[in-house]
């Protein structure tokens, strides 16, 4: 018999809102026992995340840090949307690289990420036309 773990990537949005819903879905399937989790994120986040059963991982970028949104107002939205698009864009330079090496490496049979990350879009549509 066949002892493989099923091993799945978990790319969340590094923002309170977006990890939380994130780390439950890691928990329950951290429960399962053919399956190994591993979660990227940043410091802020290793401590939740690692409750759940998964490892972490840590995105290498040194400024996608928790983009926790602050009481929007008319006059601060457009600039924090702003900020959020350019340092996702600016991020995506540093860590698809690394996250194509780490799927590359590891193999991972699924890769979970949440739809408002386009990094993981990105990662996503590159392992595609790769065939991986």
Excluded: W
């Excluded at 949307?81 to 330079?93: G, K, L, P, S």
């Amino acid at each position: 018999m066949d002892n493989k773990k099923i091993k799945i990537f978990i790319f969340p949005v590094v923002a309170s809102g977006h990890v939380n819903p994130v780390c439950g879905i890691a928990y329950e399937l951290c429960k399962m026992p053919d399956v190994e989790c591993i979660i990227y994120g940043v410091v802020e986040y290793k401590d939740i995340m690692e409750r759940t059963g998964a490892q972490f991982r840590s995105y290498a970028h040194p400024h996608i840090t928790g983009l926790a949104a602050p009481s929007m107002t008319s006059d601060n939205i457009s600039k924090f949307v702003r900020n959020a698009f350019d340092t996702n864009i600016e991020a995506a330079y540093v860590i698809v690289p690394q996250l194509l090496e780490d799927i590359t490496r590891d193999k991972p049979d699924l890769i979970f990420f949440d739809s408002n990350f386009q990094i993981g879009r990105y990662v996503a549509t590159a392992v595609r036309s790769r065939g991986n």
